[in-house]
């Protein structure tokens, strides 16, 4: 396969800097998420240690298991900030030295994030679908 040029265009370029730099402030906003969720995860679990010892019931019980999935989520998000973060950053470098390579690496992060919150998002879905089932199936049981 032969290798051709591409071109970016000084209003490119100028698109392509905005681009990683509203990347950049979501990314800092997606940490920012995951370090709430992993602290009202934690917060989670220890009201919920301390709740069962006070009132042993079934509400109680379950603000552990609900801390360990918020500490879960909060894990699981840090890769799509983390990939936002690396092509904003290698997106700027790429274009304040011309490099192309850097720019590949750029968007090899840019499809990355995608990919990531694509099926990220498929998960979600099937989890919020089986969910329905087992929340009308609880309520009959409580």
């Known amino acids: 396969m032969e ?15 905005t681009t990683a730099k509203w990347s950049k402030f979501y990314a800092v906003l997606s940490f920012i998420g995951v370090a709430i969720c992993v ?6 679990l220890v009201s919920g240690h301390f709740m069962a010892q006070i009132q042993p019931d079934l509400s109680a019980a379950m ?16 890769m799509p900030a983390l990939y936002l973060l690396q092509f904003s950053q290698k997106t700027e470098q790429a274009i304040a030295e011309s490099n192309t390579e850097m720019m590949e690496q750029a968007l090899n992060r840019m499809k990355s994030y995608w990919k990531f919150m694509g099926i990220f998002t498929i998960v979600m879905l099937v989890v919020s679908l089986l969910m329905v089932p087992v929340a009308v199936i609880g309520s009959f049981l409580l």
């Not at 290798?3 to 800097?17: C, P």
């Not at 609900?66 to 840090?78: F, P, Q």
């Open 39 to 44: 602290l009202m995860g934690i917060l989670l």
């Open 63 to 78: 603000l552990a298991p609900l801390g360990l999935v918020y500490i879960i989520l909060g894990g699981i998000l840090v």
């Open 3 to 17: 290798e051709t040029t591409l071109v970016i265009t000084e209003a490119g370029k100028k698109d392509l800097l």
